[in-house]
């Protein structure tokens, strides 16, 4: 839930505030410890209704005027007492909700046609954000019954990669939905949130011109959205839509991501090579008889805290202070010592720790929890550069070095 509305439209900004819907809630939550699973959690809507109707009324009163609710459970296959839910719950809010402009967002998949029918059909509903880019089936929907005077709100921008949109593709699909909806009524998105992907481009200045060109991290998707929006109203950035599909071209036929070899490999795949050769029990066998681990084996989490003496042996051979061999000596004495910490302790199962962790990319920063980021590992970019140490001298069970920022 944004909490940060209020303040932000004393402030002057135009924002929207995110609740996440009431039936999503309920169906997204567990019992409590006591409860019997069993529990019927929408049985709780009426006594979450009331404070929905709290917060929306504060809302208004600090100046709202559109309000997204996220109901994500809607691409689930549910059932008729679960869709059921969605209606009882929005013909509640209705009251309260007017005066309002009510977005319900959904994400992640198609729709069904029964969640899409119920959708619809949701009293006090301004707008509907639907995925497009993976719920390429709900456009067939649309175009089967969109009501009248509704915006949908298109998800033609992936929210959940790192890549630079087809921008000629979403154009198209925008402009056969205009067709459906009408000019006024069809308003560009991304398929979610941008929370899922990297922040902003504009500070990687190490990546190579084509590397980058292929790219779109948060910033840029709200530049593709709004480049898009331009197009339909006519106003179309003939040379950022031609760069684009420069881009889109060399990313398909480059060779940094087309190897024919793979490419046979991936054609000659049979139903069975997507299954195990044996089942879960006799893996477990197999397992305990190597292992022979107690009935509750205890293990760590896997990242020792990285230590001073290491993060001063990173930075030197940043630097070129140290040789490679001399980092990858020291790293290789950092596990040793985690390794015989935990044997010493008589952990059952062992870590080496992670030392070697040190992620490639210094600025692209990626929301993970709510509370905390993490930088974007470079692999996915194109390739990082890694040190093969499963060489026979090295036994363990740890086979490559990340160099680090590389």
């Not at 979403?170 to 992907?197: P, R, W, Y």
């Not at 200045?205 to 709004?226: G, H, M, P, Y």
């Amino acid at each position: 839930m944004n909490v940060d509305s209020p303040s932000q439209m004393q402030l002057g900004v135009n924002t929207v505030p995110v609740l996440v819907g009431p039936v999503s809630y309920l169906l997204l939550s567990k019992p409590a410890k006591g409860v019997e699973k069993t529990f019927s959690l929408l049985s709780l809507l009426p006594k979450i209704l009331p404070i929905y109707k709290e917060v929306i009324s504060e809302l208004k009163a600090a100046g709202a005027s559109w309000i997204q609710f996220d109901e994500p459970t809607l691409v689930l296959d549910l059932d008729a007492h679960q869709l059921q839910a969605f209606t009882a719950a929005y013909a509640d809010l209705e009251s309260t909700l007017s005066g309002l402009n009510v977005l319900i967002e959904t994400y992640f998949a198609d729709l069904t046609s029964g969640a899409y029918k119920t959708l619809i059909e949701l009293k006090g509903v301004t707008a509907y954000g639907l995925d497009l880019v993976r719920g390429t089936k709900t456009i067939d929907l649309i175009k089967t019954n969109f009501p009248k005077g509704k915006f949908l709100f298109a998800g033609v921008v992936d929210g959940r990669n790192i890549w630079a949109n087809d921008l000629a593709s979403s154009l198209g699909t925008l402009q056969a939905l205009e067709a459906i909806v009408g000019k006024d009524n069809l308003v560009v998105s991304t398929s979610c949130s941008l929370l899922h992907t990297a922040v902003d481009l504009v500070n990687e200045t190490k990546l190579d011109d084509e590397i980058k060109s292929w790219l779109a991290f948060a910033a840029q998707k709200v530049v593709e959205v709004n480049a898009l929006a331009k197009a339909l109203a006519g106003q179309k950035d003939e040379a950022f839509f031609a760069s684009n599909a420069t881009a889109q071209a060399s990313r398909k036929s480059s060779p940094r991501v087309t190897n024919e070899a793979v490419q046979k490999a991936a054609a000659a795949l049979k139903g069975s090579d997507h299954r195990r050769a044996t089942n879960v029990s006799a893996r477990l066998d197999a397992q305990q008889k190597k292992l022979n681990l107690p009935i509750l084996p205890t293990t760590t989490i896997g990242s020792f805290p990285q230590t001073l003496e290491l993060r001063r042996v990173r930075r030197e051979f940043k630097a070129n202070k140290i040789s490679e061999d001399n980092y990858v000596k020291a790293i290789k004495e950092e596990i040793k010592k985690v390794v015989d910490l935990q044997e010493e302790l008589d952990i059952d199962v062992l870590v080496h720790g992670e030392p070697e962790f040190k992620l490639c990319r210094e600025t692209i920063w990626l929301s993970t929890l709510v509370s905390s980021c993490l930088v974007l590992l470079s692999p996915l970019m194109g390739g990082c550069n890694l040190m093969d140490l499963a060489a026979s001298s090295h036994q363990s069970s740890m086979v490559m070095l990340a160099a680090p920022n590389q």
